[in-house]
């Protein structure tokens, strides 16, 4: 990802800051709230907006940071409402029993460990795209994506963005984004395991 950035950085550098602000915002909104946005470097962009504006005095972090963080929310919000307006309907028109069957296996694993899927979702290309459509389609309850929104968009769009800010004098930070996508992948699949295990058991005393 440093190598991109670096081609990113300069690019992005040599652009006013208000089309800076634009451009980063858009892309960021684009790449987590439409289909065909799965294909833009947002992990690359959000590390080279931050090595731009440690770099470049009229860039304002906490406005960039601002920014970014609302398109990733706004981008997620609209991914959940397409998902569950049109994907939704969509599928319950299909009456093939394997449909029928994946739809409910989506709509058990989001209820369950939907959460923390929407969560470390944000640290993954394509994942982060598809997943907010997917919850929505699976009926994810709205307050629990909403909050895991909030706290996705704030650790990803944040985090990765500062963590480039930062790199351009501290190199350590680098690998800050990665510890944290490590954390909350680590938790959803040990709310996954935790889930599934209850469920057999449940499942086991009704038998």
Request: charged share 15%; aromatic share 16%; proline share 4%.
């Amino acid at each position: 990802m440093i190598e991109l950035a670096a081609s990113f950085d300069s690019q992005l550098s040599s652009l006013a800051p208000f089309i800076f602000y634009i451009i980063v915002g858009a892309i960021v909104f684009v790449e987590t709230g439409l289909f065909f946005g799965f294909w833009l470097p947002g992990d690359s962009i959000l590390f080279s907006a931050g090595l731009v504006a440690a770099s470049h005095g009229n860039i304002n972090i906490a406005l960039l940071v601002t920014i970014i963080v609302a398109a990733a929310f706004f981008g997620d919000q609209v991914g959940f409402v397409i998902g569950r307006v049109v994907g939704r309907p969509y599928l319950d028109k299909r009456e093939s029993p394997r449909i029928q069957r994946m739809i409910a296996r989506s709509e058990r694993f989001y209820e369950h460990t939907g959460w923390w899927a929407v969560v470390a979702a944000r640290f993954f290309p394509w994942f982060r795209t598809f997943v907010p459509p997917i919850a929505g389609a699976s009926k994810m309850n709205y307050y629990k994506f909403l909050s895991a929104n909030i706290v996705g968009a704030v650790l990803w769009g944040a985090g990765i963005t500062l963590a480039g800010f930062y790199a351009a004098s501290l190199p350590w930070v680098k690998t800050s984004s990665y510890a944290i996508a490590a954390f909350f992948i680590t938790a959803s699949i040990v709310s996954a395991t935790v889930n599934y295990l209850r469920h057999r058991r449940a499942l086991q005393s009704k038998s």
